[in-house]
C-alpha cells in the first residue's frame, strides 16, 4: 500500500539476493542444538531477519522503527523476520515485559508465525550453546579467564590515544583457563571476582577489540533459565551468537553498534573456524535511530518518568511508549506510516510530532463516527420555545450521518429542546472583530438543527455567564425546504440537554515543553510542561453512550478522540483527545 522508497539496506540485500551470499544455509532442528548449524534442509527463507529487543521495559516509538524495519524487510524479500527476545541479562528482565513487547508487535501489524511455525525466540535458550562456544575459544587461545579487579581492567584498556596492555593473566595456558571457567561456572568464585575475555589486541585502535568481556559471575535468578547458571555471557558476545544460530542474513542495529562490529565479524569467523557454527555466516549493517519531538525514548529516562510519578504508569497517553501511544489512540497506521516516512540512514534523525498527528488524521478522517461533543459547557436557552412549538417541554428531532462518506455507519440522532449546551467560547458578550459565532444581535446557525439569533445572557453575582439567550428563527431547521433561506457565516455544534452524555475528557497536549528534551544533556524533568493533561466534564451526543472502550471519533470541530481502554465504561464514559483536527497545537 505505501511507495517503497530505496535505501542503503535494500540495496544491500538486493545485491546479496543477486550474488547467492546467503544461499547454502542449511537448518536442523532447532537453534541451539548442537546439530543445528550442520547440515539439514536448505533454508526456504531467502533472507531472515530480527527484531531483538531486550525485555528489560516497554517498546517505545523508536522500536517501531526497528520493528516495521525488520518486518517490512523480511516481507519484501521473501523471507521471515524472528522475534527474539535477547534475555541474556537476569537481573532487569520480567515475564510482564515479554508479554507487553509481543502483544505490541502484533498491535503493529507484524506477526512472527509464517507456514505455521513460530519464529519466537529467547536468546536465553542458547545459554548452553554459548558456553560450550566459551569453553571452545578457551581451548584454541582465544579466551582467558582475567582475575584483574574492575578498576584495573578499566586502567590496562588504555584510551583512544593509549594502547592497552596486557593483563598478567593474559598468558595462562588453555589448560589452566578452562579449569577457572569451569569453576566460575560452578560457582566456586564470588560475583565480580573473575571475568572471560576474548584474547584478541590490547593495542587495538579499536577499544571494542581489547579482549572484550565474554562471561562474567552473577549470582541472579533468570526469568527462564532460573538458577541453573551464575555466569551470564555479555551483550557483544551473546548477539552475533543468536543471530548465527538463527541463521539471521542481515543483522540489522542502530549506529551505536558499528564499533562492535568487528568483533562480531571475529567471534562468528572464529567459532566457524572450530566447526561450531557454519558459513554463510551474518553480517552486520548499522542505521540511524529514529528520535520523535517532544518525547524522550530512552527506557531509562521513560521508567524514571514512571518510577517518579511524572506520569501515571508505562501506558499514560502522554508516553511514547507504544502502550501509550494506543492508549491515547494513534492507530498502527499512523505509525507505520510515520517511521516510513522517515526512511533509512546512516544519521540519526528527528522527526517532528506534527508528522505523526498528520498519520493520525489521514487514517482516522475516512473511518472514525462522526460525533458532537461540548468539552466547556454553558446552556443556550431558547427563549420563543413555547411560543413557537406549543410547550416549553416539545422536543425536535435531528439526523446526521455518523460519517459524511460511509453509509453503512449508519445515522445519529439528537434530540433538541427549549435548552442545549454549547461551547463557551461560542458567545461573546462583546464580539472581537471578525467573531461571527452567538453574540447579541446576530444570527448563528447549530448544525443540524435551527437558525438563532442572540439575545444576551444571563450571569450570576460575579459576573460569570450563566446562560446564553436566544430565539429560534422559524422554518430554518437543517434539511427542510428553505432552511438555507436566511444566510448565516457562524456554524456551532451543540448537545441537546434532553439526551447528553456526561462524560470525562483528558485534554492531552505534549509532556515536554522542549523538542529535544535531553538535547546537551539538559536534565529532561526541567522540561517537564506542566499542562500536559487536562480533564474537563464534557456533554456528548447519545450516539457516544454505549461505545466500545478503545473505539475513536472525530468530535466535530475539535478532533479525534478515543474512549479510553483502561477506564471508560458505559455508566461512566472518559475519552481521550488524540489531536486535533489541524496543526494548531503543535505549531
Ligand atoms: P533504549 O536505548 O531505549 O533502551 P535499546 O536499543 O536499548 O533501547 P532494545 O530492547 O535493545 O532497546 O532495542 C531493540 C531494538 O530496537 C534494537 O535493535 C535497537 O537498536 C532498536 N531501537 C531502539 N531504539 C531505536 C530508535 N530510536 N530508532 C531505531 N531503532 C531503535
Ligand atoms: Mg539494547
Ligand atoms: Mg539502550
Request: hydrophobic share 35%.
Amino acid at each position: 500500500d505505501t511507495v517503497k522508497v530505496s535505501n542503503f539496506l535494500r540495496a544491500i540485500i538486493e545485491r546479496d539476493l543477486e550474488a547467492g551470499t546467503n544461499a547454502g544455509r542449511n537448518f536442523a532442528g532447532t537453534p541451539g542444538d548442537a546439530a543445528h548449524h550442520q547440515a539439514g534442509a536448505p533454508d526456504p527463507a531467502k533472507v531472515r531477519l530480527r527484531f531483538p529487543p531486550e525485555p528489560n521495559g516497554y517498546l517505545h516509538v523508536g522500536h517501531a522503527k526497528s520493528i516495521c524495519l525488520n518486518f517490512g524487510l523480511a516481507r519484501d524479500y521473501g523471507g521471515i523476520c524472528h522475534l527474539r527476545f535477547d534475555d541474556t541479562n537476569p537481573e532487569k528482565e520480567e515475564q510482564e515485559y515479554v508479554d507487553a513487547i509481543e502483544e505490541m508487535v502484533k498491535w503493529l501489524g507484524w506477526n512472527w508465525e509464517s507456514n505455521d511455525t513460530s519464529h519466537l525466540f529467547f536468546a536465553s535458550n542458547y545459554f548452553d550453546f554459548m558456553y560450550r562456544a566459551a569453553e571452545y575459544l578457551i581451548s584454541a587461545g582465544l579466551a582467558y579467564v582475567d582475575e584483574q579487579t574492575p578498576e584495573e581492567m578499566r586502567l590496562h584498556r588504555g584510551d583512544f590515544n593509549t594502547p592497552g596492555t596486557d593483563s598478567p593473566f593474559r598468558s595462562r595456558t588453555p589448560e589452566e583457563n578452562l579449569a577457572r571457567f569451569r569453576e566460575m561456572r560452578d560457582g566456586k568464585h564470588a560475583d565480580g571476582a573473575m571475568v572471560l575475555r576474548a584474547k584478541i589486541d590490547m593495542a587495538s585502535p579499536n577499544i571494542n577489540l581489547r579482549d572484550p568481556t565474554l562471561y562474567r559471575i552473577r549470582r541472579a535468578t533468570h526469568h527462564n533459565t532460573g538458577d541453573k547458571w551464575c555466569i551470564y555471557p555479555m551483550y557483544t558476545y551473546a548477539h552475533p551468537i543468536e543471530d548465527a544460530l538463527e541463521r539471521i542474513t542481515h543483522s540489522v542495529c542502530t549506529l551505536e553498534f558499528e564499533d562492535q562490529r568487528p568483533f562480531y565479524d571475529w567471534l562468528l569467523e572464529s567459532l566457524a573456524a572450530g566447526g561450531l557454527l557454519a558459513h554463510p555466516l551474518p553480517k552486520q549493517y548499522e542505521f540511524g535511530r529514529m528520535n520523535l519531538s517532544y518525547v524522550v525514548t530512552s527506557k531509562r529516562k521513560l521508567r524514571q518518568l514512571v518510577e517518579e510519578k511524572h506520569v501515571k504508569g508505562w501506558d499514560d497517553p502522554r508516553m511514547p511508549t507504544l502502550v501509550g501511544m494506543r492508549r491515547r489512540g494513534y492507530t498502527p497506521e499512523s505509525i507505520r506510516n510515520m517511521v516510513d516516512s522517515t526512511g533509512v540512514t546512516k544519521s540519526n534523525s528527528w522527526i517532528d510530532y506534527s508528522v505523526l498527528d498528520g498519520y493520525l488524521r489521514a487514517d482516522l478522517e475516512g473511518k472514525a463516527a462522526r460525533a458532537c461533543a461540548v468539552l466547556d459547557p454553558v446552556k443556550l436557552k431558547f427563549t420563543n420555545w413555547a411560543e413557537l412549538f406549543g410547550s416549553e417541554d416539545h422536543v425536535e428531532l435531528s439526523h446526521a450521518p455518523a460519517h459524511p462518506h460511509l453509509p453503512e455507519l449508519g445515522t445519529r440522532e439528537f434530540k433538541m429542546g427549549s435548552e442545549v449546551w454549547i461551547e463557551r467560547d461560542d458567545f461573546l458578550e462583546v464580539p472581537v472583530k471578525g467573531y461571527q459565532r452567538l453574540f447579541p444581535g446576530n444570527k448563528t446557525r447549530l448544525k443540524y438543527g435551527y437558525v438563532v439569533e442572540c439575545t444576551g445572557c444571563e450571569k450570576d453575582a460575579d459576573g460569570t455567564i450563566t446562560a446564553v439567550l436566544a430565539t429560534i428563527v422559524p422554518d430554518t431547521k437543517s434539511g427542510t425546504p428553505g432552511a438555507d433561506a436566511i444566510k448565516v457565516k457562524g456554524v456551532i455544534t451543540w448537545v441537546g440537554v434532553q439526551d447528553a452524555v456526561a462524560a470525562e475528557v483528558r485534554l492531552y497536549d505534549r509532556l515536554f515543553t522542549e523538542a529535544q528534551p535531553d538535547a546537551g544533556g539538559r536534565d529532561f524533568l526541567e522540561v517537564l510542561n506542566p499542562g500536559s493533561l487536562k480533564v474537563v466534564q464534557a456533554w456528548l451526543e447519545p450516539s457516544l453512550k454505549d461505545v466500545a472502550a478503545g473505539a475513536a471519533f472525530q468530535f466535530e470541530r475539535h478532533g479525534y478522540f478515543v474512549a479510553d481502554r483502561v477506564d471508560h465504561r458505559a455508566d461512566k464514559p472518559v475519552f481521550n483527545k488524540i489531536t486535533g483536527l489541524r496543526d494548531s497545537n503543535w505549531a
